[in-house]
């Protein structure tokens, strides 16, 4: 069965700190891969999304994600942070080259940046 | 991106009840999900709800429980049956787009309390 890990559970940064949140999944097929933001109160949104091509992948906000497929792995960066960006972050993995079917979600990182 | 609204947005219900979420898209999706979001954790998939077929549930959750209704491709509904204070949760619909375009949407949320 497919699992999504993230590595960091909560983490703490002070503004204009560099970002790197892990995700790892385990599916040996092809996969669609997305980062969503949920800040505190709302609903989730999508942060950035991978489907196919360039591995390097840039969201809004500033946020990219790179896609390693010899790791597995699908991890969450920002070069430098801002008080705003306080949130969970999820990660989630939808097996298949279509762009249907179910999301499989990571733990979720609670990220908490002082200003 | 579609759009979905979901109501309610909160709820406190008796023990024993039972309470209905319906969410409705602004266009229509191919397949629409159901997930739960206990406090402080990630999103656990309930069920997949097909459109002119019977929903398919994730293993832990069942029909009896959480019959889900989805009439057409714009519309769907999780009742949450003969509730307990353990499904006190948040509950998101979810759908699919139409293969191409962004990632999935979410409602809202609705975030129920059952004492």
């Known amino acids: 069965a497919q699992s999504v890990s993230q590595h960091n559970h909560h983490v703490i940064l002070s503004e204009a700190a560099s970002l790197e949140l892990g995700c790892n999944y385990s599916?040996?097929?092809?996969?669609?891969l997305f980062w969503y933001v949920q800040y505190p109160g709302q609903h989730l949104q999508l942060l950035l999304k991978?489907?196919?091509?360039?591995?390097l992948v840039k969201g809004i906000k500033g946020f990219e994600a790179e896609f390693i497929k010899s790791k597995f792995s699908f991890n969450l960066r920002k070069p430098s942070v801002q008080w705003s960006d306080t949130a969970e972050y999820f990660c989630a993995v939808n097996a298949g080259s279509s762009n249907t079917g179910k999301l499989i979600f990571g733990q979720g990182t609670t990220l908490q940046v002082k200003p | 991106s579609a759009v979905i609204s979901q109501k309610p947005s909160r709820d406190i219900c008796q023990r024993g009840t039972s309470l209905t979420i319906q969410c409705q898209v602004d266009s229509q999706v191919t397949m629409m999900f159901w997930y739960r979001q206990q406090p402080g954790q990630s999103l656990t998939l309930i069920a997949t709800a097909n459109q002119g077929s019977e929903a398919t549930y994730e293993s832990g959750f069942v029909i009896d429980k959480f019959p889900i209704s989805r009439p057409n491709l714009t519309f769907s509904t999780l009742t949450v049956s003969n509730m307990s204070p353990e499904d006190s949760s948040i509950y998101l619909c979810?759908?699919?787009?139409?293969?191409?375009?962004?990632?999935?949407?979410f409602g809202s949320g609705t975030r129920l309390t059952v004492v």
């Open positions: 599916y040996g097929g092809t996969v669609n």
């Open positions: 979810s759908a699919a787009p139409p293969a191409g375009l962004n990632g999935y949407t």
């Open positions: 991978y489907f196919s091509g360039d591995p």
